[in-house]
């Protein structure tokens, strides 16, 4: 039986149309094709809402941790009650909007809070998840400890192809977050395996382009947050909750003019392989490194052009760190594959197989990246 694939974008909606296709065999008594639209509203929704919670408590655990004269840049323990609090609040926030149907993969697990010695920082967690709460007024509860780790531990599904999972880094890019850089909550729906809807939650990326002169001066506000859904463009807004705006990756054609991200670890990425690339494209500009999926929502507006992620032999991706960002991306007209043209497939679990890395541009500059792409990696291969 043949299978019938069909859009449907109403061009009359003024706001993101959000649907998603079905895509059904048509009737056996009819020759008409059959549109099954499917709505993500409720999704998206749900989504923004526990993304915006999390990065308010992850902001306010920052800004503890730059103001501290005691604890030393060095110590991880903020980082993890920021982590295992933003992945408790998205849990227990998409638990409690979708209480038939939950399934959530997500990084973190409540495995060494439960050791020896983990109470008190449960209970630090455990406190700033209810504050968030709080604040937020929808949900009548205070959580105990309790709560809160079955709330982390409810993000250890396993994902897939089959049916709906949720997936979230609860803090991508740990690093960057330590070093008062950049940072990102990144959340998104798998739907059949496809992802079908992404947020990314920035609250350090300024409002205004990368690219612009002047960013870092104390006016230019900053806190974004990227939403897209499959077929319904993408769009920012401040993390404030003011307005949306419509965003579409960079149209440049030109190597030449084009500038690139690529991570701010060295350890996570191979500079010297994404210089080869740069180099053979012609790219004048000097690499911008940011930490996390906020390059994903960074190109997504138009800051720069394309985005290398080259990891060292060995490092096996997760679909946390890409589901949300390559949604965002692909939806404002970017192209996201593997080093060897091919889509990612987040249907396997929750690893991404990938050729060597991943990258990411626009439709215009995708053919010259991927072959200069493959040269440099024939390149390489051949000096070792
Ligand atoms: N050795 C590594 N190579 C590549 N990526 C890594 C490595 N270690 C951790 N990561 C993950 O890479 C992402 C950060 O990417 P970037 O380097 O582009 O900022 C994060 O998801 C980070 O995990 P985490 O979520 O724990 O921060
Ligand atoms: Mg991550
Ligand atoms: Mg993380
Ligand atoms: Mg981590």
């Known amino acids: 039986m043949s299978i019938n694939w ?5 061009p009359s909606l003024k706001k993101p149309p959000l649907f998603h296709l079905c895509h059904l065999p048509p009737p056996p008594s009819s020759s008409s094709a059959v549109i099954v639209a499917m709505s993500y509203d409720k999704e998206l929704a749900a989504a923004k809402k526990a993304a915006s919670l999390a990065a308010r408590l992850c902001q306010k655990v920052q800004k503890a941790l730059l103001q501290s004269d005691v604890q030393s840049k060095n110590d991880k323990s903020p980082v993890t009650v920021a982590d295992y609090g933003s992945q408790a609040l998205v849990s227990f926030v998409l638990q409690q909007e979708f209480p038939d149907n939950f399934s959530l993969v997500a990084e973190e697990d409540s495995k060494d809070l439960r050791k020896d010695g983990g109470q008190e920082i449960v209970e630090r967690i455990t406190k700033l998840v209810n504050d968030s709460l709080t604040i937020d007024g929808s949900y009548n509860v205070t959580l105990s400890t309790e709560d809160v780790l079955k709330a982390i531990d409810n993000g250890r599904s396993e994902g897939g192809s089959q049916g709906r999972h949720w997936v979230l880094d609860p803090i991508d890019g740990t690093k960057g977050f330590l070093r008062g850089d950049q940072y990102a909550i990144a959340l998104a729906l798998l739907d059949g395996g496809k992802v079908v809807l992404g947020v990314l939650a920035c609250p350090n990326l300024p409002l205004t382009s990368l690219s612009d002169a002047g960013q870092h001066s104390p006016n230019n506000k900053v806190g974004c947050l990227f939403f897209a859904v499959v077929g ?3 769009y920012m807004q401040p993390l404030d909750g003011s307005s949306a705006v419509k965003v579409q990756v960079s149209a440049v054609e030109n190597p030449e003019e084009a500038s690139f991200f690529e991570s701010y670890e060295a350890a996570h990425s191979m500079h010297d392989l994404s210089s080869l690339i740069a180099q053979k494209l012609g790219v004048k500009a000097p690499p911008v490194r940011i930490d996390s999926q906020a390059k994903y929502g960074a190109l997504s507006r138009g800051d ?3 985005y290398l992620r080259l990891p060292h032999k060995g490092y096996r991706e997760k679909i946390w760190d ?19 043209g091919q889509p990612l497939d987040f249907s396997k679990g929750k690893y991404l ?3 060597t890395g991943i990258i990411v541009t626009n439709q215009k500059l995708m053919p010259l990246l991927f072959n200069a792409v493959r040269k440099s990696i024939q390149e390489k291969a051949s000096s070792l």
Not at 6 to 10: I, K, N
Not at 322 to 327: S, T, V, W
């Open 232 to 234: 319904g463009g993408t």
């Open 304 to 306: 720069g052009a394309i």
């Open 353 to 355: 197989d990938l050729d």
């Open 322 to 340: 890409h589901a949300a960002g390559c949604i965002v991306v692909s939806e404002a007209g970017g192209v996201v594959t593997d080093a060897a």
């Open 6 to 10: 069909l859009r449907f974008v109403s």
